[in-house]
């Protein structure tokens, strides 16, 4: 669990979506459709100003009775969310997921957007890596190691 953030995130730097602030929520809610994601990140010039999820639709503009077509999306956005560090463990990344109830967490790197973890990155990374662990012992148990 002392693995860095950034072997999940490999070589999908370059994969941020984002909105501007003045975009409405139905024009984010395509963007997150276009894309297959869970949300966008809200930035102006490169700068985070807030991430806006599929849960965020259902609570505060469905749940709100809001209209998609004309609220925009800084007013329904979590502002100034969390971020993680690319050298922050998977540790404390499954703790803030687990702990604030987050799905997904801006990675950046000296103020700069590099990425996204969601949770299933993380489950799948979680995943792969006991299901490699699970085949070195089966493995060693079928070399003959325990047998007398």
Not at 78 to 94: L, Q
Request: charged fraction near 20%; hydrophobic fraction near 40%; glycine fraction near 6%.
């Amino acid at each position: 669990m002392n693995t860095p953030v950034i072997n999940i995130l490999g070589n999908r730097f370059s994969e941020i979506f984002s909105v501007p602030p003045t975009a409405t929520v139905a024009e984010a809610v395509q963007e997150m459709n276009r894309r297959s994601v869970g949300s966008v990140l809200v930035m102006v010039d490169n700068k985070l100003m807030g991430i806006f999820t599929e849960r965020d639709v259902l609570t505060r503009v469905i749940g709100a009775n809001l209209d998609p077509g004309t609220t925009p999306i800084n007013r329904v956005m979590t502002k100034n969310p969390d971020t993680i560090s690319p050298t922050d463990t998977i540790e404390k990344v499954m703790s803030a997921h687990s702990g604030k109830h987050f799905r997904h967490l801006p990675v950046m790197d000296n103020g700069r957007i590099i990425g996204m973890i969601s949770v299933r990155d993380l489950l799948r990374y979680l995943s792969d890596a006991n299901s490699e662990k699970a085949k070195k012992l089966a493995d060693y148990i079928e070399s003959g190691c325990c047998v007398t």
